[in-house]
């Protein structure tokens, strides 16, 4: 049997942190992951809204979420910020209004803050996107893939591994398809090691993106 894990879970409290950071009773535990997940969902909403149509790429790499008893702290980890912020601090304002109202929370504060990231082609989340925009064009899939691989070895990674499963092309049957460039080492923690798996819908099927990206070596 395929003993497989995800890689960030395996690296936690080495090369990896988790991206909530709350304390919770037993009883209320879920209800957190449930927030957290309605606090991720409205972002992301948010921003495909807000996009212009030029760009599938919403280019959010990560959104965490930091939570203290009368403070919820959203710092989102963005790629390209000109999607979100034409005029900043009322495009801030409105989405945490969004937030809250989601929420509906009465006795806690809201605060959401926005960081770029340098590299933003050589974070799995984006290149995922990326792949999804190409692949809902009808763009053959390995054109897609080296040209994301291209994308990242710009942005200075020591390797990467892309992998697409599905009805790829809209062939009857379904199967997976990988490429790799450099080394991707899955069974040393020590290894800084980005991933994600992101779902496409396409007119034949849904189809799954699975991306590493090997950073560094601590």
Not at 21 to 40: C, H, M, T, V
Not at 152 to 158: C, F, H, I, L, N
Not at 190 to 208: E, F, H, M, Q
């Amino acid at each position: 049997m395929g003993q497989k894990i995800n890689p960030l879970g395996f690296r936690l409290g080495t090369t990896q942190g988790h991206h909530s950071l709350w304390f919770a009773q037993p009883k209320n535990y879920s209800e957190g992951i449930q927030e957290d997940q309605k606090i991720r969902d409205c972002i992301k909403n948010y921003v495909q809204k807000n996009m212009r149509i030029s760009s599938s790429v919403e280019g959010i790499a990560r959104i965490e979420i930091q939570k203290r008893i009368d403070l919820i702290q959203v710092i989102i980890y963005i790629g390209f910020p000109k999607l979100l912020l034409e005029n900043r601090p009322r495009k801030i304002e409105e989405l945490q209004m969004n937030v809250q109202k989601k929420l509906n929370c009465v006795n806690r504060k809201l605060n959401i803050a926005i960081t770029r990231i340098a590299n933003p082609y050589g974070n799995p989340n984006i290149l995922a996107e990326f792949i999804a925009g190409q692949l809902k064009n009808r763009v053959s899939f390995r054109k897609a893939m080296k040209k994301a691989i291209e994308l990242t070895e710009q942005s200075d990674t020591k390797g990467i591994q892309v992998q697409i499963a599905g009805r790829i092309d809209g062939k009857e049957i379904a199967r997976v398809e990988w490429i790799r460039e450099g080394r991707v080492p899955l069974q040393t923690i020590g290894a800084k090691i980005d991933y994600c798996s992101y779902t496409v819908r396409t007119i034949y099927g849904v189809l799954g993106i699975k991306i590493w990206i090997f950073v560094d070596e601590e």
